[in-house]
């Protein structure tokens, strides 16, 4: 359990480990009661394990449908508003983007969340290639934020998708 906990996540397939842990207890625990009740404790054990596995599948579909809306949406504002030419960054938006806009990254950290925390050498790399490379646009998702070394060469222009902030070059 404490595992599960480590990333600071909460995803409920992050709970499978445990869940298959729990399931041998209980199947343990079902070993030691009266042979005839076993069919009854069988039957509940499944039916909870069915109504978990779908509130599980429900929270994940909703999740799932909002993030390739919002992809959808960003990509083809990319494309609308850039060039195939272009170089775009990505920042704390789904790498997906780049597939669907048809459009390059500046950097070749396009899934940015292994950079951190591991070396400060991948973030600067990462930072650098952005100041250098000068993507024609910089998205930047939410709740999400840049060095002002990087941030001093843009410009704010609006807001799309699920609140992906979209930055232009000055």
Known sequence: IVSTGM??????????PVFVI?????????GCIKK???????????????YFGYKQYQ???????L???????VAKYVKANTTKNNMICLYG???SVYLLSERKSVTKY??????????P?????????????KPSLLLVGKNESLPVSVMKSYTFKETIGNGVSVFVLK
């Open 110 to 119: 396009i899934y940015q969340n292994p950079i951190f925390g591991i070396r």
């Open 22 to 30: 729990f399931a041998i207890f209980i199947a343990k625990a079902i």
């Open 93 to 95: 938006v789904d790498a």
């Open 7 to 16: 990333s600071g996540f909460r995803f409920g397939h992050y709970l499978l």
């Open 67 to 73: 993030a390739v809306k919002s992809n959808v949406e």
């Open 59 to 65: 929270t994940y579909k909703g999740a799932v449908n």
């Open 121 to 133: 050498s991948m973030y600067d790399e990462f930072i650098s290639d952005i100041c250098h490379k």
């Open 36 to 50: 005839k009740y076993n069919f009854i404790l069988y039957g509940l054990l499944v039916l909870w394990c069915c």
